[in-house]
């Protein structure tokens, strides 16, 4: 049985051990990393979500509802591909799934059906290919 999405978010500390210590130790590793490149970092379960990292730029560039909106719609696409795949069952879990735009590159990284995390990246940063593979 799955928890439901009101459960989610609460729950989510499990998966993550703990849970935002846990999220902010890899925010600031992929920081370090990242050259600048790291853009946000939501943290999210069923119908609540929190934005764990924010640079300042990206901040500055939107108002508070066009970010919300923004957030809104990057949950929404981790929702849309849960961590288990009823009609995939045989490939195993979710792991990650990446959309390449042209100016940003969005990972999503399902926890549980309801739970996940999305990394929001420059693309023009030569190092994303290392940072994901180094780290998720």
């Not at 051990?17 to 970092?41: I, K, N, P, T």
């Not at 119908?47 to 909106?69: G, K, M, N, T, W």
């Amino acid at each position: 049985m799955t928890d439901s999405p009101a459960d989610e978010l609460d729950d989510i500390d499990e998966d993550i051990d703990d849970g935002s210590d846990e999220v902010g130790e890899v925010v600031e590793q992929v920081r370090e990393a990242d050259e600048g490149a790291l853009r946000l970092v939501v943290r999210y379960g069923g119908d609540d979500h929190e934005v764990v990292y924010l640079r300042d730029d990206i901040a500055a560039q939107f108002s508070p509802d066009e970010r919300d909106a923004r957030v809104e719609t990057l949950v929404m696409k981790g929702l849309g591909d849960p961590a288990e795949e009823g009609a995939l069952y045989d490939f195993g879990r979710l792991d990650a799934t990446v959309r390449w735009y042209d100016a940003v590159v969005v990972a999503h990284f399902p926890l549980r059906e309801w739970s996940g995390l999305v990394f929001t990246f420059d693309r023009e940063a030569d190092s994303l290919d290392d940072i994901v593979a180094e780290y998720f």
